[in-house]
């Protein structure tokens, strides 16, 4: 990993920077309600101490959302800029997250990848994530206003 390269949690004032860091990852969904500055400054102040940022100076290069409900964590929008991958920034986001959710006693944690996400698939299986075959996933659209857009 580069030297310069903070890993810190992450505030809500490094939104506008992180949305635009989310804009320029081809496939990543945005949604409507959820990505807005509101949506993720209920997510931050709902979980104030386990989302991270990586910044090169000042530039945010990596970020992840993350948060838990007492009994399990999960990762929300994980991203390096496509200039700093391979650097290791993206493993030492996620043990951040990690030993954030540990010190809030959460022992597991878990993240959705798109099947299409073959960087993604292949960097969380890469760093010993374990893909679970034995499930299926379901969810439910409690809000049909908040639409996903996916970056082309």
């Avoid at 997510?43 to 009994?71: M, Q």
């Amino acid at each position: 990993m580069r030297q310069e390269i903070q890993i810190r949690e992450m505030q809500i004032e490094d939104y506008e920077n992180v949305r635009a860091l989310w804009m320029t990852i081809r496939g990543f969904g945005i949604r409507s309600i959820d990505d807005s500055r509101e949506g993720v400054e209920r997510f931050l102040r709902r979980n104030p101490s386990t989302s991270v940022a990586a910044l090169d100076k000042s530039r945010i290069v990596g970020a992840i959302l993350c948060g838990h409900d007492g009994r399990r964590g999960c990762f929300y929008h994980v991203c390096v800029h496509e200039d700093y991958r391979k650097q290791g920034i993206g493993k030492a986001m996620a043990v951040f997250a990690m030993k954030a959710l540990q010190k809030e006693q959460i022992n597991k944690v878990s993240l959705i990848a798109f099947k299409e996400n073959v960087v993604g698939n292949y960097f969380w299986k890469s760093v010993g994530w374990t893909f679970r075959e034995d499930l299926n996933y379901y969810d439910f659209a409690l809000n049909d206003a908040n639409i996903t857009e996916f970056n082309r």
